[in-house]
Nanobody
């Protein structure tokens, strides 16, 4: 089992920055893939970014503005979000794939005002 707890969300003006964190606990050694997803009101959950061994992937809508990183020593995943736009407003979820099983955090709200 893997537990994921997100933090760092909040209210920011357009053009601002936020840094999300996701603390992982439990069967850490079985995690081989982590990422971020988001869900805006009335929309489906969508992929934002992913990190696996040596590789990162981004949705086209955030590429160049968001950076995903992982601190293995602290079992923490990060998402640095710069140049935020109102359309980035959503609940952001941390995701981990461990032993082929998906795990999700509870989500953290990000609101970008225009």
């Amino acid at each position: 089992q893997v537990q994921l707890v997100e933090s760092g969300g909040g209210l920011v003006q357009a053009g601002g920055s936020l840094r999300l964190s996701c603390a992982a606990s439990g069967s850490i050694s079985s995690i081989n893939d982590m990422g971020w997803y988001r869900q805006a009101p009335g929309k489906q959950r969508e992929f934002v970014a992913r990190i696996t061994t040596g590789l990162t992937y981004y949705a086209a809508s955030v590429r160049g503005r968001f950076t995903i990183s992982r601190d293995n020593a602290k079992n923490t995943l990060f998402l640095q979000m710069n140049s935020l736009k109102p359309e980035d407003t959503a609940v952001y979820y941390c995701h981990a794939l461990a032993a082929s099983s998906p795990y999700w955090g509870q989500g953290t709200q990000v609101t970008v005002s225009s």
